[in-house]
């Protein structure tokens, strides 16, 4: 519901912030959906990127060696 994204939201914010960054990176997220008990050691974030989200945002979030040994996405 908006009520669980306003918090989903205040929660990142509030990790990037106490990192000193004013950007909410994949890490803050891995650790929210620890919190959580979304990720665990058995069920890793990329396994759940990889399962419930489409290709276009999976070539997005998981790092993939292409030719001429570049990896994408860049960082």
């Known amino acids: ?12 914010e509030a990790y990037s912030s106490h990192a000193g960054r004013k950007t909410v990176e994949m890490a803050d997220l891995e650790v929210l959906m620890r919190r959580q008990g979304l990720v665990t050691d058995k069920m890793p974030l990329h396994v759940l990127i990889e399962r419930y989200l489409p290709l276009e945002y999976r070539k997005l979030l998981i790092p ?11 960082k």
């Open 64 to 74: 993939v060696a292409v030719s001429g040994n570049k990896v994408i996405p860049c």
């Open 1 to 12: 519901s908006q009520r669980y994204f306003r918090q989903l939201s205040s929660d990142l």
